[in-house]
């Protein structure tokens, strides 16, 4: 009787996506920790460019401070594994780093006027590096969109929403743009 009970319990289990639940809930934590690993270079090569900057005669204090300010910012946020169930979480570490990598766009446009910082081989190689690193951050954010668009399905799509019920799994946030205007495309005039 006991196993004609299982059977009759595990059967209906297999077929409502109860593993397939966790299968891509622990697909999105893996997506997001590879996210969250990028941001941490990226805030990582920031004190060495400043440091690298700094060195630069009479270069702009404020865009030096406003990408040690938006650095501090990030550095403060309290991120862990919540964040991937949390909308309002989610939304503020993006505008933080989204913050961050503007101070970090203004710094490099603004070095443009200032060829002795330019020439100097450690600013060119840090500057490699946060190109690198911006492109590795656009990579590992899309693969983690990737994977919560299939976790919402899991847990959107029936049977498998059976299965999220039973495990308490509700569809997650995803990054949207934080900067103004860009749903539009920049225009370029000369």
């Known amino acids: 009787m006991l196993l004609l009970t299982l059977a009759a319990t595990t059967v209906p289990l297999a077929g409502c996506g109860y593993n397939e639940v966790i299968t891509q809930d622990e697909a999105v934590k893996a997506s997001w920790a590879e996210v969250q690993n990028q941001y941490q270079r990226r805030a990582d090569l920031v004190p060495n460019l400043v440091k690298t900057v700094k060195g630069a005669a009479n270069f702009e204090q404020e865009t030096l401070q406003k990408v040690v300010e938006a650095r501090s910012r990030v550095g403060q946020l309290n991120v862990d594994s919540s964040i991937v169930d949390d909308p309002q979480k989610l939304k503020e570490f993006s505008q933080a780093q989204g913050q ?84 539009k495309a920049p225009s370029v005039e000369f």
Do not use: C, M, W
């Not at 190689?125 to 919560?148: C, F, M, P």
């Open 100 to 183: 961050l990598g503007s101070a970090l766009s203004r710094l490099l446009v603004v070095a443009e006027k200032y060829p002795e910082l330019r020439a100097t081989e450690a600013f060119r190689d840090l500057q490699a590096q946060l190109e690198g690193t911006e492109n590795r951050i656009a990579v590992a954010r899309g693969r983690y969109i990737e994977s919560v668009a299939q976790y919402n399905r899991v847990v959107l799509h029936f049977p498998s929403s059976i299965g999220a019920q039973l495990r308490n799994k509700k569809e997650r946030p995803t990054f949207e743009a934080t900067a103004p205007g860009a749903d």
